[in-house]
């Protein structure tokens, strides 16, 4: 990369008639810093989210690259169900073109899951590892999945279902923030309800998935910790290091109630 910025804004754009009204479905966008000696980065919107039916709206703020320069990201809404999109930007073979959009999952609020709220993380195969914060059953409960790249160019992709939280139980329940791998292919997130019954639905959890043993098994999904005390709520993503111990933060909690950082050691 040039050292350019990515990101997106959840509206902006051309204003729209319904559903997105006139503030816009959202940009991605890229800041590319000045030329020795200069201040001002340049921007350029790389994608403006239409208000047609059959495109995501409302993208999520993580986007990630792979290792071929092609971006990929969430929307929370839109698609052809309206509970939202995964989404792949294609960078232009032209200096100056436009990038180029697929959609590569509409999700269905049904079993694959609806309303994702965190990105994605890439694996080493060049899969895509997120979650959907609905799943089709009382309390939101939500999925992991996988969407597998297609074997040969522009075929379509796979997409798999990892996990499924179960509703009214300790397991965790509304998936929101990123996923992200270790050493050995586990996967970690947070859960923003579920666990402990403290709570109406849940403080809230930080679980491991870990891949099958054989190639077709299923992952195994641990909880490894829940909050015992109401409004925890574990709200972005963790972080791994070598050592295994994980980090964190919660929204709330803290000597003032206003959020604290955690630590798990394996």
Same mark, same amino acid.
């Given at each position: 990369?040039?050292?350019?910025?990515?990101?997106?804004?959840?509206?902006?754009?051309?204003?729209?008639?319904?559903?997105?009204?006139?503030?816009?479905?959202?940009?991605?966008?890229?800041?590319?810093?000045?030329?020795?000696?200069?201040?001002?980065?340049?921007?350029?919107?790389?994608?403006?989210?239409?208000?047609?039916?059959?495109?995501?709206?409302?993208?999520?703020?993580?986007?990630?690259?792979?290792?071929?320069?092609?971006?990929?990201?969430?929307?929370?809404?839109?698609?052809?169900?309206?509970?939202? =999109? &995964? @989404?792949?930007?294609?960078? #232009?073979?032209? /200096? *100056?073109?436009? !990038?180029? %959009? +697929? $959609?590569?999952?509409?999700?269905?609020?049904?079993?694959?899951?609806?309303?994702?709220?965190?990105?994605?993380?890439?694996?080493?195969?060049?899969?895509?590892?997120?979650?959907?914060?609905?799943?089709?059953?009382?309390?939101?409960?939500?999925?992991?999945?996988?969407?597998?790249?297609?074997?040969?160019?522009?075929?379509?992709?796979?997409?798999?279902?990892?996990?499924?939280?179960?509703?009214?139980?300790?397991?965790?329940?509304?998936?929101?923030?990123?996923?992200?791998?270790?050493?050995?292919?586990?996967?970690?997130?947070?859960?923003?309800?579920?666990?402990?019954?403290?709570?109406?639905?849940?403080?809230? =959890? &930080? @679980?491991?998935?870990?891949? #099958?043993?054989? /190639? *077709?098994?299923? !992952?195994? %999904? +641990? $909880?490894?910790?829940?909050?015992?005390?109401?409004?925890?709520?574990?709200?972005?993503?963790?972080?791994?290091?070598?050592?295994?111990?994980?980090?964190?933060?919660?929204?709330?909690?803290?000597?003032?109630?206003?959020?604290?950082?955690?630590?798990?050691?394996?």
């Amino acid at each position: 990369m040039d050292g350019s910025l990515y990101g997106v804004t959840p509206a902006g754009g051309p204003p729209a008639a319904s559903p997105c009204y006139k503030v816009g479905c959202g940009t991605v966008f890229q800041l590319t810093p000045p030329a020795a000696g200069g201040s001002r980065w340049t921007k350029s919107i790389l994608y403006v989210f239409p208000s047609r039916v059959g495109d995501g709206r409302d993208p999520n703020a993580d986007i990630v690259f792979d290792s071929h320069g092609n971006l990929y990201g969430t929307t929370y809404a839109g698609g052809t169900s309206s509970y939202g =999109t &995964v @989404f792949q930007l294609t960078p #232009p073979t032209q /200096p *100056g073109a436009a !990038w180029a %959009e +697929t $959609v590569l999952h509409n999700f269905t609020g049904g079993s694959d899951g609806g309303y994702p709220i965190g990105g994605l993380v890439v694996g080493a195969n060049g899969s895509l590892y997120g979650t959907a914060s609905y799943s089709g059953v009382p309390n939101d409960s939500g999925t992991v999945f996988d969407l597998t790249p297609p074997s040969v160019a522009g075929g379509e992709w796979t997409f798999s279902v990892l996990h499924t939280f179960p509703a009214n139980s300790k397991d965790g329940a509304t998936p929101a923030s990123t996923m992200v791998f270790d050493e050995s292919g586990d996967l970690y997130g947070t859960t923003w309800s579920g666990g402990s019954t403290a709570c109406y639905l849940g403080c809230g =959890t &930080v @679980f491991k998935l870990a891949p #099958p043993l054989e /190639p *077709g098994g299923s !992952w195994t %999904e +641990t $909880v490894l910790h829940d909050w015992p005390n109401s409004e925890q709520v574990p709200n972005v993503s963790v972080v791994v290091f070598n050592s295994g111990l994980l980090y964190g933060t919660t929204e709330f909690l803290g000597a003032k109630d206003v959020g604290s950082a955690f630590t798990l050691a394996p």
